[in-house]
């Protein structure tokens, strides 16, 4: 069975991400429709991959008959579009962040309930990938207490490394205000969600917690749940450099996010201690496509070090996420990152927010 896709936003996500990986998967995905505020790009994007139907609202594209799934992948908050394509019958493939406010990630659940045959997953790629699976399952398989975690999310110059292999189309025919515009309604409906009196600052390391540190913060919960409480939040003056605390169970994580300094560094990890052993899970790149991921585990045995590595794993983590999508529809099976999944991180992005906000103004 194909699974006809039709696509909302085709904007970095689309053309980098994703539209080059379901044009190889044409066993499982056929994209029969997409959309993009922009007539350009949607006629540019419609061209290039042989797209049948072309569209300049999302409504017209959820509506067409020749599409089985809405992929959401448009800038701005993905719910209304989400649940409307539920509504219609589709599944839906929601880009992350599938929602910021609890209010709306409450009425995604809702649709679920109404369809309750209807598949929607959320894109954590991070949570799709061979080193990440290997390291939960050495977790799972471990009696050893978890006595530190330390995780980053460190993407400097990430124009550099799409520039230095993807061409990226833009949208040429758009009113360059319109950008000012949505930016401005953005920091607004941030203020209505985290507090009328959030600074700049706090704005933007919101926007830095909800666009790329959650994807860490994510695969964090998925291998050690939720944490008991947030002990601290700091954020530089700036808004690009932030470091959380979070208090577990007999140990603490810390969790530090930057993206200020001109430096080519993609450094996202997670380090998980257990007294005589460390797992470091590593990933290289999510824009270079098929740059790898690798597990390392050091233990120390009596006298002996001990240095494994698992990998390098070179699975591309979009295309992972992509079959699992397609497994859910054509077996009826919920995907791990669903609505209700999602749902947590939201709590704890709006948790983290308060902390946050209380500590720093
Ligand atoms: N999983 C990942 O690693 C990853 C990486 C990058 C982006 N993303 C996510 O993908 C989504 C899009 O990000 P991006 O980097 O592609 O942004 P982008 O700004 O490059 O592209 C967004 C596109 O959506 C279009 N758009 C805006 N409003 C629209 C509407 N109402 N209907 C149709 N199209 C609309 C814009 O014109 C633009 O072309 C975001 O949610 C982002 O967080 C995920």
Redo the contacts with the bound molecule.
């Keep these: 069975m194909t699974v006809r896709l039709g696509i909302?936003?085709?904007?970095?996500?689309?053309?980098?991400?994703h539209l080059p990986n379901l044009e190889h998967m044409e066993e499982m995905f056929k994209v029969t429709a997409v959309?993009?505020?922009?007539a350009a790009?949607t006629d540019y994007i419609a061209d290039k991959y042989n797209v049948k139907n072309r569209f300049r609202?999302?409504e017209e594209l959820i509506a067409c008959p020749e599409v089985d799934a809405v992929m959401v992948?448009?800038?701005?908050d993905?719910a209304e579009?989400a649940i409307k394509a539920l509504d219609a019958g589709k599944h839906v493939f929601i880009?992350?962040?599938m929602t910021l406010s609890a209010e709306s990630a409450k009425r995604l659940i809702e649709a679920q309930e109404r369809h309750p045959d209807l598949i929607a997953q959320v894109?954590?790629?991070?949570r799709y990938n061979e080193s990440f699976y290997k390291m939960k399952e050495l977790l799972r398989s471990s009696d050893l207490p978890i006595t530190y975690v330390h995780a980053r999310t460190v993407i400097l110059e990430g124009p550099w490394y799409i520039s230095n292999t993807w061409t990226?189309k833009k949208?040429t025919d758009?009113d360059p205000s319109g950008k000012q515009v949505m930016m401005a309604n953005l920091f607004a409906s941030i203020k209505s969600l985290i507090g009328e009196n959030a600074t700049r600052a706090q704005i933007i390391a919101f926007l830095l917690i909800t666009?790329?540190g959650c994807?860490i913060l994510s695969a964090v919960r998925e291998l050690i749940g939720l944490p008991k409480k947030i002990k601290a939040a700091t954020v530089s003056p700036n808004g690009m450099q932030l470091a959380l605390i979070f208090e577990y169970d007999g140990f603490n994580m810390v969790f530090e996010e930057m993206n200020d300094q001109k430096v080519v560094e993609f450094d996202e990890s997670i380090e998980i201690y257990q007294g005589t052993r460390k797992l470091k899970l590593k990933y290289d790149s999510?824009y270079i496509r098929s740059l790898p991921s690798t597990l390392t585990v050091d233990e120390l045995d009596g006298d002996k070090a001990k240095h494994t590595v698992y990998g390098p794993h070179y699975q591309d983590m979009?295309g992972l996420e992509e079959k699992e999508f397609y497994r859910s529809i054509t077996e009826s099976k919920r995907p791990k990152c669903d609505v209700y999944d999602a749902a947590e991180d939201i709590k704890l992005y709006l948790d983290i927010a308060k902390v946050l906000c209380e500590s720093t103004s």
Aim: charged share 15%; glycine share 14%.
């Design positions: 909302i936003g085709l904007g970095q996500a689309a053309q980098i991400l959309s993009d505020i922009s790009l609202t999302a992948m448009s800038s701005g993905h579009y880009e992350k962040p894109g954590y790629c991070r990226e949208a758009l666009g790329s994807h999510p979009f």
